[in-house]
């Protein structure tokens, strides 16, 4: 009987071992193919609650994800572009006024700053996989304003889900939380046509 | 009386089509299978054992390792306004810097437009100069509400890029400048500017071809 207990148990352990060791070659296959164009991407690694900004393979910015739920299928490797950054208070662009006779030192107020960058907006990827980034409520007021996303979050994500399968599109929606400087840090790094993966060995809706 | 069993109805439908839409939406999630992988990561035969797996994994870990840069390069990270130089993964060096301001300029006429942004992405340095001479384009004069010059030598600025100028590519610079309270902030026409003598240990450590990387 130990025997048995003893057998079963390493068996599991090495298709564990396994799983997680193809995830990781498929992570780095992905990774390697993307790594050879001169660009910056970054990978969205649900497993370890992390978001890397990298380039050639270099690191060059990590964040911590608080929190993430998955609505969809996503397979455990995704490679995709940022099509879209959409956000309800997105920063405006300032428009110098020629002319003025203004000192450049006196101009610095009309200046996109990481400050004025949004907590609370969505990304999306092509192959509709929608990533909604959500600030960390820092409050009591915060934390109960934030309650409505859960209710939003399963009131909408079904009726979307039937609105893409209407034009036979797949539609996977991510929900992510970070720190609000680490949500205006990524918003203000994840252009629109940069490549990123997302990394979600084992998440199910 | 009548109007309102009506409308309740009418409500009690709409709730009813809500949530057959709804029950539809968590029946395709649950019974879909995954979306379709990256062309480049085609499932792996099953039978691969644990220790080729490892063995591959180590292999292409060895290869993303031999994308990285050759020896230093320089890291920009725009919304920090933060400059390192790195060696490998190793921070050699780190300074304040200030980048495109992402104002924009329109000329009066309408015709052209400039998106004051620092660009981003891979870049190397392509130019080493000293004592730099700025040549004013054209939304500097526009900016300043001054004609265009004809002459070239019009344009010829001294003095205003500091000390050094290191080109990374379709006019951009990293150099210094004479607003240095202004260090740290975004208020710049797309350039990369540095405090004199952070610019200066830039300079000696950077050659042609050093890898610059902006995000």
């Known amino acids: 009987m130990p025997l048995l207990f003893i057998l079963l148990a390493s068996g599991e352990a090495l298709c564990g071992e396994k799983g997680s060791l193809a995830y990781e070659n498929r992570l780095l296959e992905t990774e390697l193919r993307i790594a050879q164009a001169p660009q910056i991407y970054s990978i969205l690694d649900l497993k370890n609650k992390k978001i890397f900004l990298k380039a050639r393979g270099v690191l060059l910015r990590e964040l911590s994800i608080q929190a993430f739920r998955v609505w969809g299928n996503l397979p455990a490797v995704k490679a995709g572009t940022l099509t879209r950054k959409s956000a ?28 004025d960058m949004p907590t609370n907006y969505t990304l999306v990827l092509d192959g509709n996989i929608s990533i909604s980034v959500r600030p960390k409520p820092t409050h009591l007021l915060s934390s109960l304003w934030s309650l409505r996303y859960p209710v939003q979050w399963y009131l909408t994500r079904p009726v979307l889900t039937v609105w893409h399968a ?29 490549k990123a993966i997302v990394f979600s060995p084992g998440n199910r809706p | 009386m009548k109007h309102q069993r009506v409308f309740l109805k009418a409500l009690l439908s709409l709730l009813a089509i809500f949530l057959v839409v709804e029950a539809t939406g968590f029946c395709l999630v649950f019974r879909s299978g995954p979306q379709d992988e990256t062309d480049a990561v085609k ?173």
């Open chain 1, 88 to 115: 309800l208070f997105a920063p405006k662009r300032a428009r110098v006024n020629p002319n003025t006779g203004e000192d450049e030192a006196d101009t610095s107020a009309e200046t996109l700053e990481l400050k």
């Open chain 1, 166 to 194: 209407m034009g036979r599109q797949p539609f996977t929606s991510i929900e992510i939380v970070l720190d609000a400087g680490d949500a205006r840090s990524l918003y203000w790094s994840f252009l629109e046509g940069m």
């Open chain 2, 43 to 215: 499932e792996k035969p099953k039978s691969e054992r644990p220790d080729g797996l490892k063995a591959r994994n180590t292999i292409l870990k060895a290869s993303l390792g031999g994308l990285h840069p050759r020896g230093i390069y320089i890291l920009i990270d725009t919304g920090r306004s933060t400059l390192f130089l790195r060696d490998r993964n190793r921070v050699i060096g780190q300074a304040v810097a200030s980048s495109g301001s992402g104002s924009m300029l329109v000329e009066p006429n309408g015709m052209r437009k400039w998106v004051f942004d620092t660009p981003r992405g891979e870049f190397k340095i392509e130019s080493k100069t000293r004592n730099p001479v700025w040549r004013k384009p054209d939304w500097a004069f526009i900016e300043e509400g001054k004609p265009i010059p004809t002459a070239a030598a019009d344009r010829l600025e001294e003095g205003v890029l500091g000390d050094y100028a290191l080109g990374f590519g379709a006019g951009y610079f990293i150099h210094g400048t004479l607003y240095t309270r202004l260090l740290g902030k975004n208020v710049t026409h797309g350039c990369v500017r540095l405090g004199d003598e952070d610019l200066k240990a830039v300079y000696r450590v950077a050659d042609i071809g050093t890898k610059v990387y902006i995000y």
